[in-house]
């Protein structure tokens, strides 16, 4: 089955850019049709869906981020992306890249990559 | 925007013990709902989904129930496994997550 694994660097300055990788391993990012996800974590608290795109580059993003977001895909390498930017400390976090149990927006993640924990700070 | 509400938020059980957690929608989201469990370092965990239906390889000691709005997630006997932190979501209206319930040994 797929696995994914979030890449991209561990401490952002404020007011900069976070930019994270997912690779999808033992599987095509184009087949499914799926809505492939970032989901993020601030410390000790919830978890709260941050926007999906698909192999399309079709892109939804949530209301409470949209004007910071920008997702992108690359068929080629397997690969889609989050940029984030105007950071602050409240954008701390583990970052996760997931997808839905089918090519739905109506479907719980049951494939979740391991997570990257991102620092802002200067 | 649909907010979860899981209650309660924390709780202290014994190995043995059936323990119930509760989620919430601010509005109806049908049977569109998840559970999972989470365990320090680890990303989340599917259980179960469309409300009842067990997640391949959950244990049957985990079920749930409900619709519309009140939903509730049943373990029948907690083993040594089960301590950990469990999220409802919704996804009837995209994705939105309880606050979390952290089931920790008494």
């Known amino acids: 089955q797929i696995q994914l694994q979030e890449s991209g660097p561990g401490l952002v300055r404020p007011s900069q850019t976070l930019s994270l990788t997912c690779t999808v391993s033992?599987?095509?990012?184009?087949?499914?049709?799926?809505?492939w996800s970032w989901i993020r974590q601030h410390p000790e608290k919830g978890l709260e869906w941050i926007g999906y795109i698909s192999y399309l580059g079709n892109t939804y993003y949530n209301p409470s981020l949209k004007t910071r977001i920008n997702m992108s895909v690359d068929t080629s390498k397997n690969q889609f992306s989050l940029n984030l930017n105007s950071v602050t400390a409240a954008d701390t976090a583990v970052y996760y890249c997931?997808?839905?149990?089918?090519?739905?927006?109506?479907?719980?993640?049951?494939?979740w990559g391991q997570g990257t924990m991102v620092t802002v700070s200067s | 925007d649909v907010q979860m509400t899981q209650s309660p938020s924390a709780l202290s059980a014994s190995l043995g013990d059936r323990v119930t957690i509760t989620c919430r929608a601010s509005?109806?989201?049908?049977?569109?709902l998840a559970w999972y469990q989470q365990k320090p370092g680890t990303a989340p965990k599917l259980l179960i989904y469309e409300a009842s239906s067990l997640e391949t390889g959950v244990p049957s000691r985990f079920s749930g129930s409900g619709s519309g709005t009140e939903f509730t997630l049943t373990i029948s006997s907690l083993q040594p496994d089960d301590f950990a932190t469990y999220y409802c979501q919704q996804y009837d209206s995209y994705w939105t997550f309880g606050q979390g319930t952290k089931v920790e040994i008494k």
């Open positions: 509005q109806s989201v049908g049977r569109w």
């Open positions: 033992d599987g095509s990012i184009s087949s499914g049709g799926y809505y």
């Open positions: 997931a997808r839905p149990m089918a090519a739905s927006t109506k479907d719980a993640f049951d494939m």
